[in-house]
Every structure is written in C-alpha cells, then in structure tokens.
C-alpha cells in the first residue's frame, strides 16, 4: 500500500461531504476520492442486505482502484455493513461512523438526549447496542427522519420547504425539548443552522464528523499511511446519478465549509 494513493469517503450521496470537509481540514495534504451513490439513495429506507451489498461493491471497486483506506461516511451503511467490510478486507484500514451518543450523553448529568436518523440505522443491531451503552447515562428518545435526506439531495439545504419539513418532523415531540440532539446521518450536519432554528439555539447539536476524521487519522498512522508530503492534496468528487446538479451541490458543500 502506498502512502501517496487517495483515501476512498462513501456515502449514499452527498451527505458524506459533511465528513469529508472534516477529513480535508485534518489532513490537508492527503488525495480524497469521494464517491456518491444518489442512483441508490435513500439508503435509509431500504432493507440491511440492500446496503450491505451496495456498500461492500463500492468497497471492492474503490480498494481494487486503489484507494488506500476507505471512510464511510454514512451512519446507515455503516450500520449495515461495518462488520462484514471488516471481514471482507481484514488488511485494509476501514473507518465507519456512527452516531455520536457518546458526547451528548455526557453534555449534562442525566440528560434527554433526542437521536435524529434515517429509519433503517434506527433498525440495526448496532443502534440497539450503541443504545444500551448510554441509556444509563441519557433518557434517549428517537427520531426516524423521513424524507429529509430526499430534500438535501435535492439541494433544499436552506429555506421555507426545508423549515416546514423540519417542524413536522418534530411535531411529535410536542415542544418536549431535549437537552441535546444527535445528528445521527451524514446528511444532516449540511443543513445544521435550520435544525439549529427548528430545536432552538441553545440546544447542543452533536454529530460523528469530526471523531470520524480524528480516528482516521489516528488509523492512517498506525498502519504508517499517513501522506507526510508537504503539498495540498486532491479531491475528487464523484456520484453513480451522473448529475452535474449533484457534483456542483458536493462542490458548493464542501467550498461553504472552507470559507
Ligand atoms: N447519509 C446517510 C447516513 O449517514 C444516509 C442517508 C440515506 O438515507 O441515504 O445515514
């Protein structure tokens, strides 16, 4: 494995731009080729087998292409398929993401902690286990998000629409506002400021972008693939919907982000 070769970011569109802005802040230097699978998305309204098996080929092509390490950066496919990447690619440096329970959890003693996510990572065996770590810790309650990741593949990313969606989503809670909320989806750290209005502003929003960099750095250099070049790094953009309106979004997403 060479330490100048991209590392691969997935996601099931563009949601895992809100990861990678986070893995190009760290590691500036490095080549990123992230890949978007729109054609598939949401994948949070399919069945387990159906992501894992998307997930595991954009794997197998990605490493095949030679990528150096793969992050995905997708709370659902993680869930979906962590386990068996790991089996699949017992040599290769793979980094998932999850929802960050753990920080809000422990933001405040005993707080209610609110988890928004797609409905299939609210399904998996994984959410149930990561659930049983900090329920002693949390009242955790939470919230399937229907429909949510269709508006930000749309590029509703700001507005009316996007404010209405989010307010109906919430509607069940009653006005009950929690102590803090888990941004359990890659897509959602992208429209951060509208949640931030719909919760209300003092509510700490927690999401896994930033532990997700951190431990890929960490990785990187444990398996001694760290980039130690002195130079700006690549990153390419890709996405299986082959639609310019969606690279442009990536693009616009990720230029935000380092402005
Ligand atoms: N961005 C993904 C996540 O983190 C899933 C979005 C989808 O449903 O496609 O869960």
């Not at 609110?114 to 959410?127: G, R």
């Amino acid at each position: 494995m060479d330490k100048a070769s991209p590392i691969a970011v997935i996601d099931s569109g563009v949601g895992g731009i809100s990861v990678l802005r986070e893995l190009v802040r760290r590691m500036p230097n490095e080549d990123f080729r992230y890949f978007g699978d729109s054609a598939n998305a949401p994948y949070g309204e399919k069945s387990t087998d159906e992501v894992r098996a998307l997930t595991l080929s954009h794997a197998a092509r990605l490493f095949d292409e030679g990528a150096k390490a793969l992050v995905v950066a997708c709370n659902t496919a993680t869930g979906a398929a962590i386990a068996t990447l790991r089996e699949r690619f017992p040599d290769r440096v793979v980094i998932g993401i999850e929802p960050a329970l753990k920080p809000a959890a422990r933001s405040k003693t005993s707080p209610s902690v609110l988890v928004m996510a797609t409905p299939l990572t609210l399904k998996q065996e994984k959410f149930e286990h990561l659930l049983a770590q900090y329920n002693e810790d949390a009242r955790i309650t939470v919230l399937p998000c229907h429909g949510l990741v269709e508006l930000i593949e749309q590029g509703v990313v700001t507005g009316e629409r996007l404010t209405a969606h989010l307010r109906d989503l919430f509607a069940p809670l009653a006005g009950d506002t929690p102590d803090a909320v888990v941004l359990g989806c890659t897509h959602y750290p992208l429209v951060r400021a509208a949640i931030q209005e719909v919760v209300g502003e003092n509510i700490p929003l927690f999401d896994g972008g930033v532990g997700t960099a951190k431990e890929t750095r960490r990785r990187l250099e444990e398996a001694g693939l760290l980039n130690d070049a002195d130079r700006t790094g690549n990153v390419t953009i890709e996405n299986s919907a082959n639609s310019p309106a969606l690279l442009a979004l990536c693009r616009a997403l990720l230029r935000e982000a380092a402005e």
